[in-house]
Structures are given as structure tokens and as C-alpha cells.
């Protein structure tokens, strides 16, 4: 079918061509005839497609800004509302949160809330604002902590250069605390209790693991682990090192045991 198009268009111009030479009509005042106006009449086309192209595309993308504006007010009100309703619990009169024991209603709610929060925050630096204001709270601290975080969705959170010393992040062997691809580069995690914590593809790159209990803590593909920072931790028994291999199997490959590694 294209051919037979083809063929009639250049049957048509060769025609015409004939016939305008009987009346003294050559190829060029065809082509100023037909073909010039045909030429600007495609250039504008072309540029009414272009510019309802560029227009679309910028509609598009004022509404992905709107979209992306309005899920972070969303997240900005979610965290508000968290941190107004634990400042109540820490500051109220009659039972405040730092009295509470663990296992009892005031720190099962804390921590429903907690976990609640954490779920419904997908923002990096939100859930990183999170643990801050748990930590500087003296909720989450090494010998007196107040709230559990095992099982809190702490994926992806952003702690660069936070200040964690003495923490208390641990999980269980069975229940982790969610820490995967958490982003701790420069974070001061000195004393810190990270036993059994889910630390896979998480950047530790230039963070200060002095004193860090990590045993049973899964550290699969951790970016930017020294030997500096495992020689400095305080126990990594039954961790799972960057490369996927047991703590203890992975001294044996160096040639090292656990009495001369510097942990324990």
C-alpha cells in the first residue's frame, strides 16, 4: 500500500512537471509553488507539537512538585504530632514517661506510638529525627532505658553525624531493630548497644564504634566498616560481617582468634 502512495506521488509530480513546462513552468517555481509552503507548514506543526509537548511536561512536573510538597507536610504533621504527644508523656506531673517501668502500660503506649510513628514515616531524615529525640530524650540510653525500639522500622534513617553514645538500639536474635541501609556516616555510636541489629547495607563509614556492642548484629554488605572500627568495637560474637561470613569464621580466614582479635 505504501508503494502504490508512492508510486501515485511520484507519477503526480512528473506530471505536473510535463505539463508546466508547456506553459513555461520549471521545477523551481514548482517547488516555490508547492514544496516551500508545505516546508513552513510542517515547521509550524512541528513547533505547535514541541511547545504542547514542553507545556505538558512542565504541568507534569508541577504537579509531581505539589504531590511531593504535600507528602512532606503530611510526614512534617505525622512527626509534630508524635513529638507533642511524647512531650506530654515526659512531662506529665503524676506519671511521667522516665518513671516508667518496662512492661507497664505507660511504656507499652510509648512504645505503640513509637513503632506506629516509625511505620508511617518513609521520610530518611524523619525517622533520623525520631531516634534524636528518643536519645536526647534519655529514653533510649544504655542501663536505663525507658522504651523498647526491637521490631521499630528504622530502614533507611537517616543518622549522619549523630550524636548516639551509649544507645541502646539492640534487638534479639529473633526480633532485629531495623537499621538496613540506615545511613550512620560520622555518627558517634561509642558504647552503643547494637546487639542483634539489622545493619545490612548500612554506611558506617567514619563512625566512631568504640566500646559498641554489636554481637549477633548483622552487618551483610555495611558499607565503609574498617578494620580500625572492628578492632575498636567491643563485642561482635556471632555477628554477621559485610562479607556474609560469622564473626568467628571470618578471624579464623585472617588467621586471628577472639583472644588477640581486640574484641570479644
Same mark, same amino acid.
Not at 117 to 142: C, M, N, W
Not at 193 to 202: E, H, K, T, V
Not at 239 to 263: I, V
Given at each position: 500500500?505504501?508503494?502504490?502512495?508512492?508510486?501515485?506521488?511520484?507519477?503526480?509530480?512528473?506530471?505536473?512537471?510535463?505539463?508546466?513546462?508547456?506553459?513555461?513552468?520549471?521545477?523551481?517555481?514548482?517547488?516555490?509553488?508547492?514544496?516551500?509552503?508545505?516546508?513552513?507548514?510542517?515547521?509550524?506543526?512541528?513547533?505547535?507539537?514541541?511547545?504542547?509537548?514542553?507545556?505538558?511536561?512542565?504541568?507534569?512536573?508541577?504537579?509531581?512538585?505539589?504531590?511531593?510538597?504535600?507528602?512532606?507536610?503530611?510526614?512534617?504533621?505525622?512527626?509534630?504530632?508524635?513529638?507533642?504527644?511524647?512531650?506530654?508523656?515526659?512531662?506529665?506531673?503524676?506519671?511521667?514517661?522516665?518513671?516508667?517501668?518496662?512492661?507497664?502500660?505507660?511504656?507499652?503506649?510509648?512504645?505503640?506510638?513509637?513503632?506506629?510513628?516509625?511505620?508511617?514515616?518513609?521520610?530518611?531524615?524523619?525517622?533520623?529525627?525520631?531516634?534524636?529525640?528518643?536519645?536526647?530524650?534519655?529514653?533510649?540510653?544504655?542501663?536505663?532505658?525507658?522504651?523498647? +525500639?526491637?521490631? $521499630?522500622? &528504622?530502614?533507611? #534513617?537517616? !543518622?549522619?553525624? =549523630? *550524636? %548516639?553514645?551509649? @544507645?541502646? /538500639?539492640?534487638?534479639?536474635?529473633?526480633?532485629?531493630?531495623?537499621?538496613?541501609?540506615?545511613? +550512620?556516616?560520622? $555518627?558517634? &555510636?561509642?558504647? #552503643?548497644? !547494637?546487639?542483634? =541489629? *539489622? %545493619?545490612?547495607? @548500612?554506611? /558506617?563509614?567514619?563512625?566512631?564504634?568504640?566500646?559498641?556492642?554489636?554481637?549477633?548484629?548483622? +552487618?551483610?554488605? $555495611?558499607?565503609?566498616?574498617?578494620?580500625?572500627?572492628?578492632? =575498636?568495637?567491643?563485642?561482635?560474637?556471632?555477628?554477621?560481617?559485610?562479607?556474609?561470613?560469622?564473626?568467628?569464621?571470618?578471624?579464623?580466614?585472617?588467621?586471628?582468634?577472639?583472644?588477640?582479635?581486640?574484641?570479644?
Amino acid at each position: 500500500m505504501q508503494v502504490q502512495w508512492t508510486a501515485g506521488i511520484a507519477t503526480a509530480l512528473v506530471v505536473s512537471i510535463l505539463i508546466g513546462y508547456r506553459y513555461d513552468i520549471t521545477l523551481w517555481d514548482w517547488i516555490k509553488l508547492l514544496i516551500v509552503p508545505a516546508v513552513i507548514a510542517g515547521g509550524g506543526l512541528w513547533f505547535n507539537s514541541q511547545q504542547r509537548e514542553r507545556e505538558q511536561r512542565i504541568a507534569r512536573e508541577q504537579r509531581e512538585q505539589e504531590v511531593e510538597i504535600a507528602k512532606r507536610r503530611t510526614q512534617d504533621e505525622v512527626l509534630q504530632a508524635y513529638l507533642d504527644q511524647m512531650s506530654q508523656m515526659l512531662t506529665d506531673k503524676e506519671r511521667p514517661l522516665r518513671r516508667a517501668q518496662p512492661g507497664d502500660d505507660l511504656s507499652v503506649v510509648a512504645r505503640a506510638r513509637t513503632l506506629t510513628v516509625l511505620a508511617r514515616l518513609v521520610d530518611p531524615e524523619h525517622k533520623g529525627s525520631v531516634v534524636q529525640f528518643l536519645y536526647e530524650s534519655g529514653l533510649i540510653t544504655r542501663g536505663r532505658r525507658f522504651l523498647d +525500639l526491637s521490631k $521499630a522500622e &528504622l530502614f533507611m #534513617a537517616d !543518622l549522619r553525624s =549523630a *550524636d %548516639l553514645r551509649s @544507645a541502646n /538500639l539492640h534487638g534479639t536474635y529473633m526480633v532485629k531493630t531495623n537499621l538496613f541501609m540506615a545511613n +550512620l556516616t560520622n $555518627a558517634d &555510636l561509642s558504647g #552503643a548497644a !547494637l546487639s542483634g =541489629a *539489622d %545493619l545490612i547495607r @548500612a554506611d /558506617l563509614s567514619e563512625a566512631n564504634l568504640s566500646n559498641a556492642q554489636l554481637s549477633h548484629a548483622d +552487618l551483610t554488605d $555495611a558499607r565503609g566498616l574498617t578494620d580500625e572500627q572492628i578492632a =575498636a568495637a567491643k563485642s561482635l560474637k556471632g555477628a554477621t560481617m559485610p562479607n556474609g561470613q560469622k564473626y568467628e569464621d571470618w578471624l579464623k580466614g585472617r588467621g586471628e582468634d577472639e583472644d588477640n582479635s581486640g574484641t570479644s
